[in-house]
């Protein structure tokens, strides 16, 4: 007799088995599912936020203050996850910057120049072309640097939905640009956008900082000594008025990227595999869900073609970082020894150049740093971020299509094997011998063919033959 059957009862929101747990932690580290979450994220704040009976449950949560009052850390929600949470995404951010400094393509000057090049007038051309806006048509010059960024999780889920063809190459371009991007960007925050600055909260964190590198040289190892001394530099760091992302990202550049003899990861690696779930799967969709909450209507949407800083950011975003990023890449090649990779084509180069016009996450930031006190101008700007994102988006998904297509095209040729040899055809046009077979395989073809063309014939002669057939006029049976 057969044992009976035992079902396993799951309860709500319950642990998840070792199997599902570990399915759902690699798919947080690939940067199609990040970037899939941090869209749901932004379109649930526009739904959250738009629709009527909804918005002040929005409002409510997003400006409900926690934390410890006596550490200057009671703050809002929404600036917990500006300042907090985000901290994480910048920490990931840094490490990947080390590991490209050390291991990577910025660690070869001649191979860096191109991106790094490519990230500052990707930077500079955005930052010109908004200030002239605002200088012609009278507006505020303050929010220069909201047009300046690029989204990585965006741009690389973007890329890596649509280019399943596209050379690798091309990834390493975007994703160098982008780190460099992210660096420059956070130097902007610290030099920029720091009015005041409290020199013993800041020693406390320097002397902060040291202990960790000091604790990283030495070997020590636990959990228990770094993320309650992670937490003590970043809280000193939002105290001494230096955006407190910068904290994240000196920890992950102090991280070790390099592997000794005994290791197969280095502790930079190691770290980024734990962390970079936490990021994209938390920490950067609920800094979507409280800054991307901006009132959309037809009236919203005409001021960000009309209003002259808003204007400004969705053309920085959308002309600046295309033009700043391609010809600075064509200008490098043309007058310098640095190159273009083999591999890629300089419409490759201009897709990626559109593709880098997705701004989101540190755009946004930097416009509620640009404009903080003016809650109206604010929101437009983030409804401009979201504007210009969306069009660079949509004009980059267009343009990787096309390039997409024809890698695939030139994937498909160099993989055809018609003799069925085992070697792609392509590696045997100079050899007799295969054009011999192909020849012969041709020659079947042609007969095999002739011979369905006779059957074919022969049986429209018989049909027409047959007295009351299909031939014959008369619709009288056979």
């Known amino acids: 007799m057969a044992a009976p059957r035992t ?16 399915f759902v932690m690699d798919a947080l580290r690939t940067e199609t599912v990040g970037g899939v979450l941090l869209l749901i994220a932004a379109v649930a704040a526009l739904i959250w936020v738009n629709v009527p009976p909804l918005r002040a449950g929005y409002e409510t949560v997003s400006h409900f ?42 660690r070869d000057p001649k191979a860096a120049v191109l991106p790094v090049v490519a990230a500052l007038c990707g930077m500079a051309v955005p930052a010109l072309v908004y200030t002239l806006t605002n200088l012609t048509d009278g507006g505020s010059t303050q929010g220069w640097a909201v047009p300046t960024a690029t989204d990585i999780a965006f741009a690389l889920a973007v890329l890596a ?18 780190v460099v991007d992210d660096l420059f960007a956070i130097l902007i925050i ?15 964190a320097v002397v902060g900082l040291a202990v960790f590198w000091v604790l990283l040289r030495k070997g020590v190892r636990g959990w228990y000594v770094y993320v309650p001394l992670a937490l003590v530099i970043w809280g000193l760091m939002y105290n001494s008025g230096i955006h407190a992302t910068i904290a994240g990202v000196a920890m992950g550049l102090m991280l070790r990227c390099t592997t000794h003899e005994d290791e197969e990861h280095s502790p930079g690696e190691h770290i980024e595999h734990l962390v970079r779930p936490l990021s994209a799967g938390l920490a950067v969709p609920l800094f979507a869900l409280f800054n991307a909450g901006v009132l959309v209507s037809g009236g919203a949407l005409v001021d960000v073609f009309t209003e002259p800083e808003t204007f400004g950011v969705v053309l920085g975003l959308v002309v600046g970082k295309t033009l700043g990023i391609f010809c600075g890449t064509w200008l490098t090649v043309r007058f310098t020894r640095a190159s273009l990779s083999d591999d890629l084509e300089w419409a490759d180069i201009f897709a990626v150049a559109a593709l880098s016009g997705i701004g989101f996450t540190v755009s946004l930031l930097i416009g509620e740093l640009a404009f903080e006190g003016n809650a109206v101008l604010t929101d437009e700007v983030k409804a401009a971020v979201l504007t210009g994102s969306l069009m660079a988006a949509v004009c980059a998904t267009v343009l990787l299509k096309i390039r997409n297509a024809k890698y695939r095209r030139m994937w498909e040729d160099e993989e055809r094997d018609e003799d069925l040899d085992g070697i792609p055809d392509v590696y045997r046009e100079d050899e007799p011998s295969y054009h011999l077979r192909m020849a012969k395989i041709h020659e079947q073809k042609a007969a095999e063919h002739r011979r369905i063309a006779r059957e074919q014939a022969a049986a429209r002669h018989g049909l027409a033959e047959v007295p009351g057939g299909a031939g014959e006029e008369d619709d009288s049976p056979a």
């Open 65 to 106: 203050h926690f934390g410890p009052q006596a550490l200057g850390l009671d703050l809002s929600v929404a600036h917990w996850a500006a300042d907090g949470l985000l901290a994480v995404f910048f920490f990931v951010a840094g490490i990947e910057l080390k590991r490209e400094l050390v291991a990577g393509d910025l």
């Open 190 to 204: 610290a030099v920029f956008f720091t009015d005041r600055i409290d020199v013993a909260a800041l020693g406390g």
């Open 161 to 178: 939905v649509i280019g399943t063809s596209l050379p690798s190459a091309l990834r390493a371009f975007l994703l160098t640009l982008a």
């Open 7 to 22: 079902t396993v009862s799951r309860k709500v929101l319950g642990r998840l088995s070792l199997p599902e747990r570990t």
